[in-house]
């Protein structure tokens, strides 16, 4: 009955990593994006995700609840792993390492980005172009943030790695190796665009690469 139990929450902690909030982190760093096009660009890309109908509904149920489930069953299941040493080899008891390690960075800093912004916004303050252009401007904010999507593009790309696993999709070793270079491709891609975001606000000519 209690593996049941542990079983399904596994399952579940998996299914929300990339349903919905591995979806959401795609569509944030997409919308992040716009930024490279100037401030009025992204003022209205953030502006027509916050006048979607049903909003709080939205982010309540398709984001937050999601979420804090991931993180907090994640944060049980980091400080209880288990290295695989046996049975993978050095390369992926690195990958299963840094997942926990980024999993825990993430954490720290999607509770901080959270703050600073939507609960922000909740005490009245307008989150738009210069609200993240003035906090990107201090040097330690700037690495913070850099190291927070790093961790986040990383953290998805290579979960979504043990998600192909865990839910039988690559089974044999050929195809979890194909798997492990689609989703390097993946962390390139969101890595690059979401890097590329964040230097249009400290400075719009840096993201035209
Ligand atoms: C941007 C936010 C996040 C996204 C998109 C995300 C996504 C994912 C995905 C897709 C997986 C793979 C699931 C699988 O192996 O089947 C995963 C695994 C994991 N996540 Fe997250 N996650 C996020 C935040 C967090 C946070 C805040 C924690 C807190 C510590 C966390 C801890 C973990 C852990 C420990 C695993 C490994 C689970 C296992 O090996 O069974 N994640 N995540």
Same mark, same amino acid.
């Given at each position: 009955?209690?593996?049941? #139990? ?9 299914? !929300? ?7 959401? !982190? ?8 716009? @930024?490279? #096009? ?6 209205? @890309?953030?502006?027509? *995700? ?16 999601? *979420? ?16 695989? &040493?046996? =049975?993978?080899?050095?390369? #992926? ?6 997942? =926990? ?15 600073? &912004?939507?609960? @922000? ?19 330690? *904010? ?27 999709? +690559?089974? +044999?070793? #050929?195809?979890?190796?194909?798997? +492990? ?9 969101? +890595?690059?665009?979401?890097? =590329? ?13």
């Amino acid at each position: 009955m209690a593996g049941n #139990r542990e079983y399904f929450n596994r399952k579940l902690h998996s299914l !929300l990593g990339v349903i919905p909030v591995g979806l959401f !982190l795609v569509q944030h760093l997409v919308v992040n994006h716009f @930024a490279t #096009r100037g401030a009025s660009a992204f003022n209205q @890309a953030s502006h027509f *995700m916050e006048s979607l109908p049903f909003r709080y509904a939205l982010e309540i149920f398709i984001i937050f609840i999601p *979420m804090l489930y991931h993180a907090i069953y994640g944060l049980y299941i980091a400080f209880q792993a288990q290295n695989n &040493t046996g =049975r993978y080899g050095f390369f #992926r008891n690195w990958m299963f390492r840094l997942q =926990r390690i980024s999993g825990i960075i993430l954490l720290i800093f999607i509770a901080w980005h959270v703050w600073e &912004t939507r609960i @922000a916004a909740a005490f009245g303050a307008e989150v738009n172009y210069n609200m993240m252009a003035d906090i990107l401007s201090s040097p330690f *904010m700037l690495i913070f943030y850099i190291v927070g999507v790093v961790s986040a593009t990383f953290h998805l790309a290579n979960g979504l790695w043990s998600f192909a696993v865990s839910w039988g999709i +690559t089974v +044999t070793p #050929r195809s979890q190796q194909i798997a +492990t270079y689609v989703t390097i491709a993946i962390f390139v891609v969101l +890595t690059f665009i979401g890097i =590329r975001a964040i230097l249009a606000f400290i400075n719009p000519d840096l993201a035209v690469l």
